[in-house]
């Protein structure tokens, strides 16, 4: 998972692009980077770690009035490329499906790779455009897979999103100053008011306080990451219109009303089943408690690249309250269950010792049986709890006294949108792209 933020003012926007940068910070932890351009040259950094933690009170020497940012799971990125149309950075989210075939053939169309990440095969196909538009288009004819990109030339600043905008991108605009970012809670903060997503296929030419539509490239279907509303986005984004926190809310009353149960409270796996408790809480007119509470200085556990990374921090950011356990029947609500293990040897241990009386676990979205290919940090198959388990066996596997996860058609009304404009892959193990 990624997070990219690009904005363009009057003056000086490094404050802009290093606070809308960390504050899409929990679509990756490992990497971050930020280029600008200060009308003479392009000037990149990155660095290994959080935005806050790296990049210094001087911005590490940047400066200008364009600039463009990322975070990162797996890569440092922006790049930058020279090319016919001059030197330009670029960053990205998502995945590009075909990349190694692509590799192959632009090998033999006399190209030399430096690395084989996607961000390096997406730049260099760009650059075989006429301008940066028609480089945009060709990149976008040639590859399959989803992808969120901005890239900063010397004076302008393009922002595209796939065709089936499987990733999300969406426009702000501040007294001038225009800004384009994955999500919309790096605009609270910082003064700009939402102007509209990005559309799929579009591709934004960004010029000073100007932002031009240059070309939408056609597709018959949508297909927005379901995922983003379950799980990946902040609650305060709204993503192709939908606020995170209302779909998350939904879901916990959806399930309210499939699979009632009679407990005395209920509760969240902190942070991302929240809203999905609180949905929950306020359908079934239980009370909400918060048996967990997530540590301030812990990271997603989710976003940690090795599994024994992954292990130990989802141990670690979770501390139970005893005095709100202890002989009390709870309904935890979760966003989704992985492989199982994090609530089998954690949650569920932690409930036990602290004398719960009975656990029942909701999960937002249906059982995960697949993995994504396009560009969300989930599991192999083969790890994933539901590719070989029933429900049933799952309750059991970790060992609580209920189940049940929503269905699809019930996600589909949650988040207000009919099921074929939504990425649904990570259950249904179809992918059609
Ligand atoms: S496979 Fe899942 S995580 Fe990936 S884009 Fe589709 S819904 Fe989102």
Known sequence: MCGIFAVSGKENVLEDVFLGTFYLQHRGQQYCGISSFDGKNLKIRTHRGLVRGTFTDDLAGLDGTMAIGHTSLSDRQPIKLDSKMGEFTICFEGNIVNREALIDELK???????????????????????????????????????????????????????????????????????????????????????????????????????????????????????????????????????????????????????YPVDVDIVAAVPNSGIGHAIGYSQESKIPFDDVFIKYDYASRSYTQPTQAERDREAKIKLIPVPAKIADRSVVICDDSIVRGTQMKNDLVVKLRKNGVKQIHVRVACPPLRAPCIYGVATRSKEELAAHKKSVEQIKEYIGVDGLAFNTLEDLGKALGKPLCQLCTSCWTDEYKV
């Open 108 to 258: 033999k169309e006399g190209h030399s790779f430096y690395t084989d990440s996607d961000i390096e095969v997406i730049a260099k196909l760009i650059a075989q455009g006429n301008d940066f538009v028609d480089g945009i288009a060709t990149m976008a004819e040639r590859i399959r897979g989803a992808y969120a990109l901005v890239l900063l030339t010397k004076g302008k600043i393009y922002a595209a999103r796939d065709k089936h905008a499987f990733r999300p991108m969406i426009i702000g605009k501040r007294n001038g100053a225009i800004a384009v970012t994955s999500e919309s809670c790096s605009f609270v903060n910082l003064g700009f008011t939402i102007e509209r997503d990005v559309k799929p296929g579009e591709i934004l030419e960004i010029e000073d306080s100007k932002c031009e539509t240059k070309k939408i490239i056609p597709s018959n279907f949508t297909q927005y990451c379901s995922f983003e509303w379950v799980y990946t986005a902040n609650v305060a984004s709204t993503i192709d219109g939908l606020s995170v926190d209302i779909a998350r809310r939904n879901l916990g009353a959806a399930l309210a009303r499939r």
